[in-house]
């Protein structure tokens, strides 16, 4: 495994997007069970208040940071390290899926909104072999993970949003024998179109939140206070902590 740094004592490894996949598939290839974290401010910020998740955080086989938050916190650490984002890793396992003939599993998402993710995932790509879906409002998570587990699929997209998608991921984790498993949060809203990335001028700048934010004006109250608290203790970490 590469390196890891911490982040407010929570790990991030550095890795580039490219070793993230390779680590993904090689898992794949040699039975192990991989839960990958995409980590943002947020949900470290709900670690913080919530110990089962941050128990689910610190046993993540690879966490990789989804965007500018953790980009700067590194930053502020003297790390500069590439975003590995849970949309981008979507779309590129999908496609190494199809290559490799990889089960794959889609978890979450409003039923309407997962039949047409699924339906423009397999327009893309033709070859792949989807043995499981189910949107992702369930409660009880027992029956789901005994449909992921009987379907043989062995990369499996959580996109319920955090925390749900890691503590489902935490207690699938336990059944699966092989496979990886990871949180993409609202990516299947991109996939069935219904929800547009941002262009590229604002991934550029790291500016994704902001577009995220003007579309979506509910969001403000997800990123204040949340955010500048983040990256408060984020300086005062950087000047304290000795990872
Ligand atoms: N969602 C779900 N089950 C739930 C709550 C939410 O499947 O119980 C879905 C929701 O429909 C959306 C995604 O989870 O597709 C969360 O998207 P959000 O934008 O909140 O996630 P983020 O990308 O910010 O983590």
């Not at 959580?158 to 059944?175: D, S, T, V």
């Amino acid at each position: 495994m590469e390196k890891r740094a911490k982040i407010q004592g929570y790990d991030v490894d550095l890795m580039t997007f490219d070793e993230v996949i390779f680590e993904c598939l090689d898992s794949i290839k040699n039975n192990k069970v991989v839960h990958l974290e995409t980590i943002n401010p947020e949900i470290i910020q709900q670690a913080k208040k919530n110990p089962v998740l941050k128990k689910v955080l610190h046993e993540a086989e690879i966490v990789t940071p989804d965007g500018v938050g953790i980009q700067i916190a590194l930053k502020l650490k003297g790390i500069s390290q590439e975003k590995v984002t849970g949309v981008d890793l979507s779309y590129r396992m999908l496609d190494e899926c199809e290559k490799a003939g990889i089960p794959v599993a889609l978890i979450g998402a409003k039923p309407e909104i997962l039949n047409l993710a699924t339906q423009n995932i397999k327009t893309k790509h033709p070859n792949i072999n989807i043995v499981c879906t189910n949107d992702g409002y369930f409660s009880d998570f027992s029956p789901i993970i005994d449909k992921i587990v009987n379907s043989g699929a062995k990369f499996i997209l959580c996109a319920m949003g955090a925390p749900k998608q890691e503590l489902f991921i935490y207690e699938l984790k336990k059944r699966m024998q092989c496979g990886v498993m990871i949180g993409v949060g609202g990516t299947f809203d991109v996939f069935s179109g219904c929800v547009k990335l941002a262009p590229e001028i604002y991934r550029k700048l790291g500016l994704e939140w902001l577009y995220r934010t003007i579309k979506q004006p509910e969001r403000f109250k997800r990123i204040f206070p949340t955010l500048p608290i983040f990256f408060f203790q984020s300086i005062i970490d950087s000047i304290v902590s000795k990872d």
